[in-house]
């Protein structure tokens, strides 16, 4: 359950990429649930009408609109289409995101190229359309999704390491050009959260604990990262920009990954 009243975010428009399923699904209705009409896009058109239809079924005001956050024109049209809807946009989530588990040698060339497009080009693309069309004169709010273990040299995950650092430096130098203009920009790195497909699939290659033997001692929420999300969106982070925060239960921290006893 969110934390944040029914109105935080009331007459704020929030969009968010990839918000028809898993995080962003999470990210999106908790925004919507505290005030904002929302604006979500995938690449699966029929996933996101869906995620509409139940949001709207819900009392939320919210557009879908088919995109792959690798195409500028695409990328453009959701701007556009959000201007068009809502006349304003002030908060954007880019969580759009490709991920699976492979040693480096076995990722493919264009594997490789599709994790970074998506992850790292995608969040440049609609960052820059959206600064472009509104947030450069009237200011607003940037989230970036990234991860927390792109610093250490994880295994299996090599070609989202590389995007992710990408994402994270993306993050400090557009909170420092944009800074200016009233546009703070952040980024929410979550650890192993429950119920997600990313998590199903590193629990088919690794233990099946995901997060539970981080030092809080259980897997995270989805509710975990969107609290996280709408606090650095909302006032009560007006004065945070260029920050990654991790919410992964302290797992970055441990770096001995010792298992001591409760």
Known sequence: MSIFSNDTFSDQVALVTGGGTGIGKE????FGRSGAKLVICSRRLEVIEATAKEFEDEGLSCLAVQCDVRKPDEVENVIASTLERYGRLDILVNNAAGNFPAPMAGISYNGFKSVVDIDLLGTYNVSKAAFEAWLKDHGGNVVNITAPFQHVGPTLQAHV??????????????ASEWGPHGIRVNAVAPGGISDTEGL??????SSGKG????????????????NTVLFLASEAASYVTGQVICVDGGSSVDSMKIALDA
Do not use: E, M, Y
């Open 200 to 205: 199903a699939r590193f629990d088919s290659v």
């Open 161 to 174: 390491a590389a995007a992710k650092s990408g994402v994270d430096s993306l993050t400090r130098s557009c």
């Open 27 to 30: 990210i999106a209705r908790s």
């Open 211 to 226: 997060n539970a033997s981080c030092p809080l001692r259980r897997v995270g929420s989805k509710q975990d990262i969107a």
